[in-house]
């Protein structure tokens, strides 16, 4: 369930209410199926992080033996997700 902009100001004091809303109105329902509130949270700290210098934050959580989930987050631009995905396969 999408979480509301007040549910995430609150915890994440750091990143601009711009893209709170940004980030809430952009993204499907499926994106707030598949993650926690938690893990949104961190998403918008990673997202508030990048610059024109520092363009990519990875998120890294371990979830069982020899098992990662990783999140990539970065600015959106022509060929990057192919980059990306290509790197991973």
């Not at 995430?8 to 004091?13: I, Q």
């Amino acid at each position: 369930m999408k979480p509301s902009l007040e549910s995430l100001k609150s915890p994440c004091p750091d990143v601009d209410p711009r893209l709170l809303e940004e980030h809430l109105d952009r993204l499907s329902d499926r994106y707030f199926e598949r993650f926690s509130e938690e893990e949104i949270r961190e998403h918008l700290a990673g997202l508030a992080r990048l610059t024109p210098e520092h363009p990519v934050e990875l998120n890294l959580k371990a979830t069982g033996d020899r098992q990662v989930d990783f999140t990539v987050l970065g600015f959106d631009a022509l060929g990057v997700f192919s980059l990306i995905t290509g790197i991973l396969a």
